[in-house]
Structures are given as C-alpha cells and as structure tokens.
C-alpha cells in the first residue's frame, strides 16, 4: 500500500526535517571554538551505537547486503573527508585558539545527502520486496554511511588541526638559530 504516515501527521512530517535541516546550516554558518582533543567523540559515540545496533539484530546479512553495507561506507568515508576538507580551520596566531566554521559547500552535501537518503529511503521501503531487502538492511546501509561521514570529516579536520597549529607555533617560535 502506501506509506505508513500515522493519520493527523499532515505536513510536519516534511517540516520537521526542513527545519532541522534550517538549524543545523544556520548553527554550521558561523564560526565555533575548535578542541582538536574533543574530535574523537562524535565518532567513538557512534562506532560504539552502531556496534550495539548491529549486534541486535539476529539475521546475518546476505552477502549481497555486506557489499551494499561497505559500499555505503566507502562513499560516506569519501564524502566525509571531503567535507572536512573544505571545513574552515583558522588558528589565532597569537593565543593558538582554532575556530572552525562549516563551508557552503559542505552543507549543501548534507542537505543532499539527506534528500538522497529520504528519496532512497522511500524507494526502498516502496520496493523492499522487489529488490530483495528489508526495511532493516536499507536503514544499516545509510547508518554506516552516516558514520563515514562522520569519522572521516573529523580525522580529517583533526589532522589538518594539529598541522596548522604546529606550523602557527613554530612561526611565532622564529627560525632556529
């Protein structure tokens, strides 16, 4: 049949995303205090949900689904670096204090990876059956997208971090002599 959207749901089910979409670009826009020693976090906290996600489940993935699941990760590692990278580090040259601040660039991957992932999604869930998958193996390929998306961006930013911080000491340091 159709979509399984609870009766009364109306247009917040499109809203809601839209306006979380909103925040998460406004909040990227401006410039944040960067604590390169804090980086690993997010990635930690979610390796760790994703282990005890995949742990609860009690059917093995066909190997079918194992491809799609590394495919899924490659590309959202891939995306993830390249987001990173094109995420504005600055060092203060005086205090040492980094800022970082979120590209246009980068956050228009986001918001396409998110209109991707609602279109697939949708697709997906439609036609579960026909392409031979469950709704479960469709939401592990985009977890592990989501994850190398994030692990990566944020290896990334932490190494280029600790360069430009080494090279900023260094220079107020002065040539040897």
């Not at 306006?19 to 976090?41: D, H, T, Y």
């Not at 670096?81 to 228009?108: C, Y």
């Not at 190398?148 to 961006?153: D, E, K, L």
């Amino acid at each position: 049949m159709g979509r399984d959207i609870p009766a009364g749901a109306g247009i917040w089910v499109y809203l809601v995303p839209i306006l979380v979409i909103g925040l998460v670009i406004l909040r990227n826009a401006r410039a944040r205090n960067l604590r390169v020693e804090r980086l690993w976090i997010s990635p930690v906290l979610l390796l760790f949900l994703t282990a005890t996600t995949f742990s609860q489940q009690h059917v093995l993935p066909t190997p079918a689904m194992i491809a799609i699941d590394v495919a899924a990760l490659v590309i959202g590692t891939a995306l993830g670096w390249w987001r990173g990278r094109f995420t504005k580090i600055t060092v203060n040259p005086e205090t040492h204090d980094l800022t970082s601040q979120a590209s246009p660039l980068g956050m228009l991957l986001i918001l396409a990876i998110m209109l991707i992932r609602q279109g697939v999604r949708s697709y997906a869930t439609a036609n579960a059956s026909a392409l031979h998958v469950s709704v479960i193996d469709v939401t592990d390929a985009f977890l592990l997208l989501a994850v190398g998306v994030v692990c990566a961006q944020r290896l990334e930013m932490a190494l280029r971090a600790n360069r430009l911080l080494t090279e900023a000491r260094a220079a107020k340091q002065g040539p040897m002599s």
